[in-house]
């Protein structure tokens, strides 16, 4: 296979510390970023020098810190509004992840649904993104309905247009399968569930890393993502919402900073984005987060699709020769994650061998059960590729997973 590199992959290796490290004595290949990404030392750097220099509260004092910690804040909104090109930056809230970001929406929309209304999933969520629905449902009585999946690990959109009516309120889905790597085809499910009437939310909690979308072209309702899983830190993502939305929907959380005027007859809310950012917020993380884009932008995110497509390319063609291996997930329209099984072998058993060797994968069913119960399977092995990783390491990968298949057999 020729192999183009759009990538300068030694040197960006070298904005990784981590990646230096050893495991297990031998040095480590890290094929879990689908879980979550590892850290440039320009991200890692910029959380020191927070706190090195201007750790302070934001949005209230007066003083020096708490301005150039407030400055800093509210710039990387501003970085992020330019990067998915969002219209203003007030539709932007920080969260504390896409979990957050999507119970957040999930509590304001009890107060528009009853029991003669629909809500729509896909069958190859994140339980992140059922489970609050689920709650939601019980607490209004809507209904939840499901677009199925196909066997190659893509939606059945044909079943998508027959359950989707007038009585579809809400559409929610992931931009990419974090269990299979998919990648939905968001642009015709936005555009069909607008022309009846429903509004969609995106999660985007595993697209961000691998590209770039651009919200106003897309003119989806809500889009959420987590910080981690695209160089930043954890504990801090986005909600997207459009502002017709976003000042529809009721506060989720009451305290600090979300105000406008607060006395025990009543009490009013602040503009948005604070009006859903109640108490001290991830400060250093929001800090961070504008810190992971600006890295990512300035490698370029279509750079780092053509390299991860070339890394897709070559582990699934090396992945594939290995006897009794099968991939789940085969769609077209995929990115850098391989789910798989050796046949007779639990998932389990190979993560601890490759572990053994140096080697991080994800064993399990990766938090999306309704897609190992679609396969009936207990879980898979993931291997998830990043934009640092190498060919030289999928190489490692294939003779671990042999070695595990002559152990394991
Ligand atoms: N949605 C998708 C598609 C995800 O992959 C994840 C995390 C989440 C939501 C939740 O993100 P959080 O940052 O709020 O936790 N996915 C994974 C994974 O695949 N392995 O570990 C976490």
Redesign the pocket.
Known sequence: MKIKMALNVTQIREDFPILKRQVNGKPLVYLDN??TSQKPKQVIDCIVDYYSRYNANIHRGVHTLSQEATDAYESARKKIQKHFNIEKSHEIIFTS???QSINLVANGFSSFLNGSDEVMVSAME?H??IVPWQMLCERTGAILKVIPMKEDGTLDMKAFDEKLSEKTKLVFV?HIS?ALGTINPIEEIIDKAHNSGAAVLV?G??ACSHLKPDLQALDVDFYVT?A??LCGPTGV?MLYGKEEWLEKLPPYQGGGEMIAEVTFEKTTYADLPHKFEAGTPNIVGGIAFGAAIDYLDNIGLDNIAEYEAELLEYATTELLKIDGLKIYGTGSDKTSVISFNLEGIHPYDVGTILDKLGIAV?TGH??AQPIMDFYKIPGTVRASFAFYNTMEEIDLLVEGIKKAQVMLS
């Open positions: 689908a879980a992840g896409a979990t994140h992140s993104n992931n974090n999660d909690a595993q987590s981690h899983k993502g994800r990766h938090c």
